[in-house]
């Protein structure tokens, strides 16, 4: 059997932008006619993804599968570990939850899963004509090189050249490429095949005197510098580009917009990219807070997005004196909406009889703007699917006013809780499943919801009807532009243009076709 060319992206460091390489490229072998598909082997990250047979994977790989104009699918990331505190994650494995463990634990039961990860390698390399993968963090944590599984390991085991990438927008780039070069093994070494210089800002024509001296020092070729890209929307792998300040925050806070929204930057946020969209609109002001100095006075909505651990997050809402603001603001008339662990955080109380994700037993109250409560069964209940929803009827009003029946939402579910309802007379549900089982729930005054349904405003359709909904309670204050199309198809054609103009893509291909 005939098995695809590999390409492997690894980094000085995280962040470096190896997920949005991957995605570039993807796109950019794509155009040209390869059958190409993404892969990383563990990927540690709070945003995922499911897949159309309800798995679960991380975002930036099911990003990627798109970029490359394929259906996600499992074995492009077996491991998936999605942290839940500082050492202990949930650990997805082939799509479905394995435990919640320390860091330790997982170390010690880390090696069976390489033959876990060479199998779903093999399969994908059966079924395409090139896998670019990516790596994670640094290759030379050299204290947990016996542990590795997705950097120099995978790179063995998929025959793939490596290509390594540095962030010159930290600073220290020549430190950062030839340090890591230097702490390699030989063999590891004589893998890498090139380097990348990635975000790169200002006049280009500066820099060629340094990537000519770097090529030197590193005896390895320099595939290119690729300039600092803003405003793209692509899903991110984790919240370190919201740590950082990124364009994306950049530009909401130069942003002058008829609406504020506020979305609430929880310790442990997770798909945070869905809201991209919303960033997106000329006539929205998007605050991420976490801190009550952030907060506007006056916002339309409030956002509580989803979270891996509800229970940390709703009880440091409380003690950051948010919990309180959310409800000042729902007293005002403000819009609040729930997604997911955002919804469960609205209910009356929490309750993690099994401890699934805080200690067996614990009772958290919840902000009560809601009549729901939610239980944490086993993680073994964790529900994972994609759903195409409706509106129901009795929710058209308030912030669903302008709904449609008919227009289909195409959304997605991961999580663990189960929600009830404690006093039907007040409000309603939302929406209908495909199923035509109901989910979330709504005030009687329409201006409280929440639901359990991720990618909403990823449909144009619902965002534009939540902003005129919104926009209908400011008497004589139309909105002053009209609402965008959200497309991230531009950003993966724009971003393979910007790699075929700054890197040596001839070069690229020679080194894929003479492999490792």
């Given at each position: 059997m005939k098995l695809a060319k590999t390409v492997m992206i690894q980094g000085t460091s995280s962040s470096v932008g190896k997920s949005t390489l991957v995605t570039g490229l993807c796109r950019l072998f794509a155009q040209e006619g390869y059958r190409v598909a993404p892969f990383k082997a563990q990927n540690m990250s709070l945003n995922a993804a499911v897949t159309r047979d309800g798995l679960?994977?991380?975002r930036a790989q099911a990003v990627q599968a798109e970029a490359a104009g394929i259906e996600p699918a499992v074995e492009m990331n077996p491991i998936l570990l999605k942290p839940q505190g500082d050492q202990r994650s949930q650990v997805i494995v082939m799509g479905r939850p394995l435990a919640a463990l320390e860091a330790r634990v997982y170390y010690r039961r880390r090696t069976g899963f390489?033959?876990?990860?060479?199998?779903?390698?093999?399969?994908?390399?059966?079924?395409?004509?090139?896998?670019?993968?990516?790596?994670a963090g640094s290759p030379v944590e050299i204290n947990l090189r016996h542990y590795d599984l997705v950097n120099m390991r995978v790179a063995e085991l998929a025959e793939a050249p490596v290509l390594l990438v540095g962030d010159i927008?930290?600073?220290?780039?020549?430190?950062?490429?030839?340090?890591?070069?230097?702490?390699?093994?030989?063999?590891?070494?004589?893998?890498?095949?090139?380097?990348?210089v990635n975000k790169f800002r200002g006049d280009i024509a500066l820099w060629h005197e340094g990537e000519r001296m770097l090529a030197e020092r590193a005896a390895l070729p320099v595939l290119g510098t690729v300039p600092f890209l803003s405003n793209l929307y692509l899903a991110e792998e984790d919240g370190m580009a919201l740590d950082e300040g990124s364009a994306y925050l950049t530009?909401?806070?130069?942003?002058q917009a008829a609406l504020e929204i506020v979305l609430l930057r929880l310790p442990y946020l997770s798909n945070?990219?869905?809201?991209?969209?919303?960033?997106?609109?000329?006539?929205?002001?998007?605050?991420?807070?976490?801190?009550?100095?952030?907060?506007?006075?006056?916002?339309?909505?409030?956002?509580?997005?989803?979270?891996?651990?509800?229970?940390?997050?709703?009880?440091?809402?409380?003690?950051?004196?948010?919990a309180s603001y959310i409800r000042q603001q729902a007293q005002r008339g403000c819009a609040i909406l729930g997604i997911c662990?955002?919804?469960?955080?609205?209910?009356?109380?929490?309750s993690d009889p099994a401890g699934v994700e805080a200690e067996a037993g614990s009772v958290i109250p919840g902000l009560n703007l809601l009549p729901i409560e939610t239980v944490f069964p086993t993680l073994s209940n964790k529900t994972t699917r994609q759903s195409n929803v409706t509106i129901l009827p009795q929710a058209q009003h308030g912030l669903f006013a302008y709904l449609s029946q008919e227009q289909v939402l195409r959304?997605?579910?991961?999580?663990?809780?189960?929600?009830?309802?404690?006093?039907?007379?007040?409000?309603?549900?939302?929406?209908?499943?495909?199923?035509?089982?109901?989910?979330?729930?709504?005030?009687?005054?329409?201006?409280?919801?929440?639901?359990?349904?991720?990618?909403?405003?990823?449909?144009?359709?619902?965002?534009?009807?939540?902003?005129?909904a919104l926009q209908s309670r400011h008497a004589n204050a139309p909105l002053c532009d009209e609402p965008v199309i959200f497309d991230r198809q531009h950003a993966y054609d724009t971003l393979a243009t910007v790699l075929r103009?700054?890197?040596?893509?001839?070069?690229?291909?020679?080194v894929i076709r003479d492999g490792a």
């Open positions: 679960e994977i991380s390489a033959e876990i990860v060479q199998h779903a390698l093999q399969t994908l390399r059966a079924n395409y004509d090139l896998i670019v993968i990516e790596g927008d930290r600073g220290g780039i020549f430190a950062a490429l030839l340090g890591t070069l230097m702490l390699l093994r030989p063999q590891e070494r004589a893998r890498v095949k090139g380097l990348i530009q909401q806070q130069q942003k945070y990219d869905e809201f991209d969209a919303l960033a997106a609109e000329p006539n929205v002001h998007l605050s991420i807070v976490g801190t009550l100095a952030e907060c506007p006075a006056s916002p339309d909505l409030i956002i509580l997005p989803g979270t891996k651990n509800t229970f940390f997050d709703l009880a440091w809402l409380w003690r950051r004196g948010l662990g955002g919804y469960q955080m609205l209910g009356e109380r929490l959304t997605y579910q991961i999580h663990v809780g189960e929600s009830s309802v404690t006093a039907v007379e007040q409000g309603n549900a939302a929406f209908r499943l495909e199923s035509g089982s109901p989910d979330g729930w709504q005030s009687a005054d329409g201006w409280r919801a929440g639901c359990y349904l991720h990618g909403l405003f990823e449909n144009d359709h619902f965002r534009h009807a939540i902003l005129q103009e700054h890197l040596n893509i001839d070069l690229l291909k020679t």
